[in-house]
């Protein structure tokens, strides 16, 4: 009998069991895979680190920035901002600038895409509707529909596998406006310099993200709050109010072993869907068609290393153009030198957003790297393929939840249901179905953890104020924990 069962060692759960640890509660947590820390985790390939997906460590919420600091301490760089967007053969500044947007676009274009800006502005005015439902209808109300064409669609397409009318404006609310594009394209539009809701540098750990969670890990099994990988939940017993136990499998060096845990508390950041898979005795019909309903998207990154010192000096480029299939590319050398074991190349991440069963997805290693390294040197990134030494594959689950015209119908029905077991809580991206970043995820962790303690928080209720981390003002981020701080019941009508 322990504290609390933590399912999920990502940033979530790792920061659940962190924070009970330093008050004195004990935890166990479990993990499937070989490593901690999610899509926030770092892997290696003879030598170089990857970054899965992406990680900043940048968040105006205070108590996220002492945890870090805390674990990590002194081990943090200093990374200077830089990306850009690949359109129609050109890259544009990101944030957009007023010279490269207007040397790629062309006066006429620019002008036609403000016109195009101002007349989605006069027709809200004269002509306000309902709330848009979908992201194609919120940006172009907000952008007009040249600069939905220009600087959304195909990106945005690409990433989630659905047109952009089949993607709920929720989604766009939470991601895009808090990014201020608004704002970027009329700076680079009139010539302002005010680019201030985009942040221009970030902290980075020295070796990637993942050491940060590695370090959890190791303080955590050093407090006696184990750490247990290879491990997968297969049943979660309950008796209708409260959850019991927990069953899980455990790979071993000599096959497999079930253990089974008790504990006062339970938080998961496995996949909502899978968590109400795992109920026993199973739930209503109605929350397992909901579970069968709720999708993802999937996602793999192709490191290629290339015999080039320095191929461009951004952290990543975002590739517009629907004619690749590659998403974003990262530079794991301009996040730090450390990732890269010798800097007389560049390794780079080519990301391919994906679905389990697609053609993408069913590729075998080697076609990938071939895929990966005739779409770089497409791209105008690298002469030809003789730079390309040597690639790998690394292949993600379950990336993102995906905001579809049905999602939230079904996770209304799963979320009523799991918040019956008053012992249970939901925290991370998967375990709540949204689409956090690393610091809000964590976020959830902790005051699932505060919830066990003894205050009252309601997780459900982080990151739906409609404004992006980087764009949060600290009188914003103390009304947002007060809001944090009432029952679930304020929020019933």
């Known amino acids: 009998?322990?504290?609390?069962?933590?399912?999920?060692?990502?940033?979530?759960?790792?920061?659940?069991?962190?924070?009970?640890?330093?008050?004195?509660?004990?935890?166990?947590?479990?993990?499937?895979?070989?490593?901690?820390?999610?899509?926030?985790?770092?892997?290696?390939?003879?030598?170089?680190?990857?970054?899965?997906?992406?990680?900043?460590?940048?968040?105006?919420?205070?108590?996220?920035?002492?945890?870090?600091?805390?674990?990590?301490g002194d081990e943090f760089i200093q990374v200077p901002r830089l990306s850009r967007i690949y359109y129609r053969g050109k890259f544009f500044d990101y944030p957009l600038s007023v010279a490269s947007t207007l040397k790629n676009l062309g006066v006429v274009d620019s002008t036609l895409s403000v016109l195009s800006y101002l007349k989605s502005k006069v027709n809200g005015k004269l002509n306000p509707g309902p709330e848009a439902e979908n992201l194609e209808d919120w940006v172009v109300e907000r952008f007009g529909n040249r600069l939905y064409r220009t600087f959304f669609k195909s990106y945005t397409e690409k990433v989630w596998g659905i047109p952009c009318n089949k993607i709920q404006a929720e989604w766009a609310a939470q991601r895009i406006k808090g990014l201020s594009l608004k704002k970027a394209v009329i700076n680079a539009m009139f010539g302002s310099n005010d680019t201030k809701t985009l942040i221009k540098e970030f902290d980075y750990p020295i070796y990637?993200?993942?050491?940060?969670?590695?370090?959890?890990?190791?303080?955590?099994?050093?407090?006696?709050?184990?750490?247990?990988?290879?491990?997968?939940?297969?049943?979660?017993?309950?008796?209708?109010?409260?959850?019991?136990?927990?069953?899980?499998?455990?790979?071993?060096?000599?096959?497999?072993?079930?253990?089974?845990?008790?504990?006062d508390n339970y938080v998961s950041s496995i996949p909502i869907t899978a968590l109400a898979r795992c109920m026993d005795p199973a739930p209503p019909k109605a929350v397992i068609e909901a579970a069968k309903g709720l999708k993802y998207r999937d996602f793999l990154i192709v490191p290629l290393v290339i015999d080039i010192k320095d191929i461009f000096p951004d952290n990543w480029i975002y590739i517009h153009s629907p004619e690749f299939r590659v998403g974003r590319i990262q530079n794991f050398k301009n996040w730090s030198m450390a990732m890269v074991p010798d800097t007389s190349k560049t390794c780079v991440g080519m990301e391919y957003f994906c679905s389990e069963g697609d053609d993408i997805w069913e590729m075998s290693e080697e076609d990938l790297i071939a895929l990966a390294s005739k779409e770089i040197v497409g791209l105008g990134l690298v002469p030809d393929l003789s730079f390309v030494k040597d690639g790998t594959v690394i292949r993600q689950k379950k990336a993102y939840p995906v905001y579809d015209g049905a999602y939230r119908m079904h996770l209304d029905v799963i979320q009523k249901y799991l918040q019956q077991f008053d012992n249970l809580q939901t925290v991370g991206r998967n375990g709540m179905h949204r689409y956090n970043n690393q610091d809000h995820s964590m976020l959830t962790g902790l005051l699932a953890a505060k919830n066990i303690l003894g205050e009252e928080h309601d997780l459900w209720n982080v990151n739906v104020e409609r404004s992006y981390h980087e764009d949060f003002t600290p009188e914003q981020w103390e009304k947002a924990k007060a809001e944090l701080k009432k029952p679930v019941e304020a929020y019933a009508s």
């Open 1 to 72: 009998m322990v504290d609390t069962v933590v399912m999920g060692g990502g940033p979530a759960g790792l920061t659940a069991a962190y924070e009970l640890a330093k008050h004195g509660n004990q935890s166990v947590v479990l993990e499937q895979a070989d490593k901690v820390g999610g899509i926030s985790r770092t892997e290696t390939y003879k030598g170089y680190r990857f970054d899965i997906g992406g990680h900043r460590f940048f968040t105006k919420v205070g108590e996220v920035q002492a945890i870090w600091k805390e674990i990590l």
């Open 208 to 263: 990637g993200p993942g050491m940060m969670w590695e370090r959890c890990q190791q303080i955590l099994d050093e407090q006696e709050s184990p750490v247990h990988l290879h491990t997968k939940v297969t049943k979660v017993e309950h008796d209708g109010k409260r959850v019991q136990r927990v069953i899980a499998t455990r790979k071993t060096s000599e096959g497999e072993e079930t253990i089974e845990l008790s504990g």
